[in-house]
């Protein structure tokens, strides 16, 4: 509801240069909201695809608002986005210190709210979405500091105890991009040594919170991917709208003779799959199309920090849900921090 206003506050004022500020990033990814609506008016319920329902249902709306926030940090002052990119990493270092002392809590009062089965779900509600934000906030540790390895150790100590083991590779699969980056300028063992420590942590902490994990006949990601496989067969090309998953995987489950009994699946654990069920293969074929023009806005050093917040979300949204949180952090800072407009 936020963006209406601050739409109609950057658009009036600037309706005469509006041409100016539309590039082929915005063409693409408003090409897809236009599917997606599309695609939500002729889908299974038409109002929550386009206003948005309950849980963490959005809809068209909501990706519409994204755009708006999107272009919005695109006009502020350079000082402004520096002191943007400072409010997020002290944002994730203060929720990377709350998720800390809520699993204390937790030792210390096992029937803990602040926790689901001793996992610590922050100021954000679920453990996993908590370690895909830390990883995105990751991006904006200094890099030059003597706080760097205390962040970095800070902000792996928290994802470890979400005990999200996507967050954990995401967060090492940006953590080896830093390394590498620097290692172009300046290979020396006060580089290599930490990032093998690092590494060996996280990987052993991927692998212990995996065997900790009993797999579930319903809660598996395969069978989710196989059941969106069937369903995107039945409706390719348009999908059946936004925030369409709840329906379809309750209907698809039972068609599986695997009915869901208090238990609500709506997400694919991959944006790809959810997308494709959502806007067909119409829509995916324009939701990549944005994406590629979207990373050539990070090349360069200059925009190296957004390209770590990019992958984060990438890698974290291959085999995790993608929330409004993970969404903003991604349009306010990949595309409404980036540097270039020569897209």
Known sequence: MGSVPLFLLW?????????????????????WIITLAVSSLKGIHPIDSVLGGSYRHQGVI?????????????????????????????????????????????????????????????????????????VMGSAFIPSKSKKTYFLQLLFLAAIFITESRTALFAFL????LKLFNQKKKRLTTKIIAPAI????????????????????????????????ARLIKERPYLGYGAETGEVLFDRGYKEAEMPLAGLIIDRTHNLFLDVTLWSGLIG?????????????????DRNFENRLVFWGFIVFSLFQPIGPVHWTLFMATVLGLSKSSFI
């Open 62 to 134: 909501f990706f519409l608002s994204l755009w708006v926030i999107w272009k919005t940090v695109q006009l502020l002052s350079k000082e402004k986005k520096e002191k943007l990119k400072k409010w997020i990493l002290w944002g994730a270092i203060i929720q990377s210190a709350i998720v800390i002392i809520q699993k204390t809590v937790f030792f210390l009062i096992p029937t803990s709210i602040v926790t689901i089965n001793g996992r610590p779900i922050g100021t954000i509600g679920e453990p996993n979405a908590v370690g895909g934000f830390l």
């Open 11 to 31: 658009l009036f004022p600037l309706r005469d240069k509006i041409a100016k500020l539309i590039n082929k990033t915005d063409i693409f990814y408003l090409l």
């Open 173 to 176: 699969f940006i953590f080896l």
């Open 284 to 300: 995916l074929t324009l939701f990549l199309t944005w994406l590629t023009t979207v990373y050539w806005k990070t090349r360069g």
């Open 197 to 228: 420590l690092v590494s060996a942590v996280i990987i052993t902490s991927i692998l212990l919170t995996t065997s900790l994990r009993m797999p579930s006949r319903f809660e598996n990601r395969m069978v989710y991917a196989s059941i969106a």
